[in-house]
C-alpha cells in the first residue's frame, strides 16, 4: 500500500512494525537483499520513501516519487510505502514508533544529519537499531523453486522494463550497432588460449579417490584479450591486440587464429614466459577441473619498451583503449602510466576489466577511465568492503577510481550501470542475466566488455549499450567455449526479445 505521509493522520496500525528507507530510484539486487533482511525481523514492513527533492531543494532522482513508489509497491516484499518530503523520517519514528529500525551498514557511523537525528530518536524510544544491508549471494538458488521456462519470462519482462524506463526501443538498439563499423579500438592486456577436452567418465581410481576419465577430443579457443579484440572484430569494429606471448606453438596458434580474424596483431614475445595456456577438463557439459601454464612475473624492461612502442603507433589511429588485465603481468605500472598518458593526450576513452579470481589485483588502479567493469566480489575485495550495501560499496568504487561509468556485475542476478548525470548526481539501471541456465560463464564478462567499448567508443548512449550488453552476455554463456558473437546474432537476440 502507497501513503502519503502526514504527521496529521493516525498510524496506530504501523505501530511496532520494521522501518526502512531510501530513495529506491531503480529497483535492484542490493535493494532486494536489504528488504528481504529487514522483513524477516518482524511481520509488518514499512518503508519510508525520500521525496524528489534533496535538502537544497534540487531534484535528485530520475525517477519521481510516485514512479519509485510504484516499483517498489510490485516487490510483494513491503507492507506499507510511505512518501515522505526530502529525507527527513524523524517524524515518522515519532509517530509509528517502529519495533526495528534497519538500515544500511554504512550509516553506522554516518556523518548525515538527518540519520543521526533518525537514529538518537529510536533509541530515545527504546526502539532497535540494525544496521545490515542483507546477505552478499554471489550464486542464486532461484532454479530450485522455479522453472526455467518461468525465470526465463521472468527476465525477460525485468529487461523490457529496464528499457522502457531508459526509452530504449527495438529500433534503438538496432540502429545503434549500425554504427559500430567506423569505429577503432585497441585492445591491450593478457592473452589466454584455453583448450576444452571432452572427456569420457569411467569411474573411480582404485589407487586413489579420484575420478577417472578418457580423453575423447580437444579444442583450442582464444581466450583473455584475444577473445574481447575477437568480440570487437566480429560486432564490425575495426580492433588491433596488444599483448604478450612465449616463444612456442601455442603463440603460433594465437597469430594464426588472430590472422584469419582480420585482427591486427601486435603480439610482443617473451622468452622468459610460455604463452598462457588453460586446459578444461569436460564431461558431459560439466567442467571436472581446469589446468593452467601461465607466468605471471614482471615483464623484462624490454619487452616493457616494445608493447609501449606498439601501443605509440596504434594509437593515433583509435577511439578508445581497452584494458583486459587478468593479472598475468602484461599491464605494468609503466604501460598502465603510458596508456593514461596517450589516452590524455589524444583525448581517447578508456574501458578497464581486471579479473582476478585466482590472481591478487586490484580495480583501484585504473584512475579516471570512461567504463570500469567489475564484479561485486572483485570490488568489495579492492575496497575491503563487505559490509556496505551494494549500492554503497558502487558508488565509493566510483569515488576513488574517478571512473565515468561503472557496471557492477552481478553474476547470475546481471549487472548494473551505474551513469554519471551530473557533478553530484548518478543514474543506475539494472539489466537482469538473460540466460537462466548457462552452458558455460567463463566468456560472459569479455563479451559485455566488448559491446561497451564499441558501443560507447561510437557515441552511443550508455544505458543503450548497456542492454545491448545483456542481450550479448546471454549469447556468450550459451555455448562451451569463448567464440566470437557477431551481429547477426546479436540483432536475432534482440528481435527474440521484443518481437
Same mark, same amino acid.
Given at each position: 500500500m502507497i501513503i502519503k505521509f502526514s504527521s496529521e493522520k493516525d498510524f496506530e496500525h504501523l505501530e511496532g512494525c520494521v522501518l526502512t528507507c531510501g530513495h529506491f530510484n531503480t529497483i535492484h539486487p542490493g535493494h532486494i537483499r536489504y528488504l528481504k533482511? #529487514? $522483513?524477516? $525481523?518482524? /511481520?509488518?514492513?514499512v518503508v519510508a520513501l525520500f521525496g524528489d527533492k534533496n535538502n537544497k531543494n534540487k531534484k535528485s532522482y530520475q525517477f519521481n516519487q510516485i514512479e519509485r513508489a510504484e516499483s517498489l509497491n510490485q516487490l510483494s516484499i513491503v507492507d506499507e510505502i510511505l512518501c515522505i518530503e526530502g529525507r527527513d523520517i524523524e517524524k515518522i519514528i515519532y509517530k509509528i514508533k517502529p519495533k526495528n529500525l534497519i538500515l544500511g551498514k554504512e550509516f553506522e557511523n554516518t556523518k548525515d544529519l538527518e540519520m543521526q537525528k533518525a537514529i538518537n530518536i529510536q533509541k530515545k524510544l527504546k526502539g532497535n537499531i540494525n544496521f545490515h544491508a542483507g546477505d552478499i549471494q554471489y550464486a542464486t538458488t532461484e532454479l530450485l523453486s522455479n522453472s526455467e521456462r518461468d525465470l526465463s519470462e521472468r527476465r525477460k519482462n525485468k529487461f523490457i522494463s529496464a528499457c522502457k524506463k531508459q526509452k530504449i526501443s527495438h529500433k534503438t538498439m538496432i540502429d545503434s550497432i549500425k554504427n559500430w563499423e567506423n569505429t577503432n579500438l585497441i585492445v591491450i592486456g593478457d592473452l589466454i588460449i584455453d583448450q576444452y577436452a571432452a572427456c569420457e567418465p569411467l569411474g573411480l581410481s582404485a589407487e586413489a579417490p579420484v575420478v577417472v576419465v578418457k580423453e575423447l577430443e580437444r579444442k583450442n579457443f582464444l581466450g583473455g584479450a584475444a577473445i574481447v579484440a575477437s568480440h570487437i572484430n566480429a560486432l564490425g569494429a575495426n580492433c588491433n591486440l596488444i599483448s604478450v606471448v612465449g616463444d612456442d606453438s601455442i603463440a603460433k596458434y594465437a597469430r594464426e587464429e588472430l590472422k584469419k580474424l582480420g585482427i591486427g596483431d601486435s603480439l610482443v614475445v617473451d622468452t622468459s614466459r610460455p604463452t598462457t595456456f588453460k586446459k578444461r577438463y569436460v564431461v558431459e557439459n560439466q567442467k571436472?577441473?581446469? /589446468? &593452467?601454464q601461465l607466468e605471471d612475473h614482471q615483464l623484462p624492461a624490454e619487452v616493457e619498451d616494445l608493447v609501449i612502442e606498439n601501443l605509440e603507433k596504434l594509437v593515433p589511429s583509435c577511439g578508445g583503449i581497452v584494458i583486459s588485465d587478468f593479472v598475468y603481468g602484461v599491464i605494468t605500472k609503466k604501460i598502465l602510466k603510458k596508456i593514461c598518458k596517450l589516452s590524455k593526450k589524444y583525448n581517447l576513452l578508456l574501458f578497464g576489466d581486471l579479473q582476478c579470481s585466482s590472481q591478487v589485483g586490484s580495480i583501484l588502479k585504473f584512475k579516471d577511465f570512461s567504463l570500469l567493469c567489475p564484479n561485486e566480489k572483485e570490488a568489495r575485495i579492492a575496497l575491503q568492503n563487505r559490509e556496505s550495501g551494494l549500492e554503497s560499496v558502487s558508488r565509493e568504487l566510483i569515488e576513488k577510481t574517478r571512473a565515468k561509468n561503472l557496471i557492477m556485475k552481478l553474476g547470475p542476478e546481471g549487472f548494473i550501470t551505474f551513469k554519471k548525470n551530473h +557533478?553530484?548526481?548518478?543514474? &543506475?539501471? +539494472?539489466? +537482469? #542475466?538473460l540466460t537462466v541456465n548457462p552452458l558455460d560463464v567463463a566468456g560472459a564478462g569479455d563479451s559485455l566488455l566488448s559491446v561497451m567499448a564499441t558501443g560507447m567508443t561510437s557515441s552511443q548512449n /550508455?544505458?543503450?549499450t548497456s542492454a545491448i550488453a545483456a542481450c550479448m552476455s546471454a549469447l556468450a554463456v550459451q555455448t562451451m567455449g569463448n567464440k566470437p558473437i557477431d551481429v547477426s546474432s546479436l540483432k536475432k537476440m534482440i528481435d527474440k526479445l521484443f518481437l
Open positions: 533482511n #529487514a $522483513k524477516e $525481523k518482524d /511481520v509488518k514492513l571436472l577441473f581446469r /589446468v &593452467s +557533478p553530484d548526481g548518478w543514474d &543506475s539501471q +539494472p539489466f +537482469p #542475466a /550508455v544505458m543503450c
